[in-house]
């Protein structure tokens, strides 16, 4: 995907699908990405789930407009240690007129529950100010 933010890129995060309805994407937990514990750490976390939970948005608008976050809340439930892969899907819960809200679950390599990012974002037009 040649349009990834500059962060999107720096974190790694490789989309394997992307639709206004679902995506997907992985992360590897890297050692720069870990906390002291040599886990995924809780921002990296939270930023998967934000940069995944954007695109999905953004997917949407066909005005040439764009979304931003306005609201997200993360529940962690297991760590992702280093040197395993993250997998996150994110769906819309309520697509509006002026907000979207989505959830991201996100994964460990063993398929257990890491985390839950759910999110609100702005719909604005081309024209609008974010």
């Given amino acids: 995907m040649s349009d990834l933010p500059a962060f999107t890129k720096l974190l790694g995060v490789n989309f394997?699908?992307?639709s206004p309805e679902r995506s997907e994407a992985e992360l590897t937990v890297r050692e720069d990405l870990c906390n002291r514990r040599g886990v995924l750490?809780?921002?990296a976390v939270m930023a998967l789930g934000d940069t995944l939970g954007g695109m999905t948005a953004r997917s949407g608008p066909p005005d040439g407009g764009g979304t931003a976050s306005i609201e997200s809340k993360t529940n962690f439930f297991a760590a992702v240690p280093k040197g395993d892969t993250a997998h996150?899907?994110?769906i819309p819960l309520h697509r509006g007129r002026t907000t979207i809200v989505l959830e991201t679950r996100i994964t460990r390599g063993d398929g257990k529950l890491a985390a839950i990012v759910t999110q609100t974002q702005l719909?604005?037009?081309?024209d609008d100010e974010a």
Avoid: D, P, S, T
């Avoid at 719909?123 to 081309?126: A, L």
């Fill in 16 to 18: 394997l699908h992307r």
């Fill in 41 to 43: 750490h809780g921002g």
């Fill in 88 to 90: 996150a899907v994110c």
């Fill in 123 to 126: 719909i604005f037009g081309k």
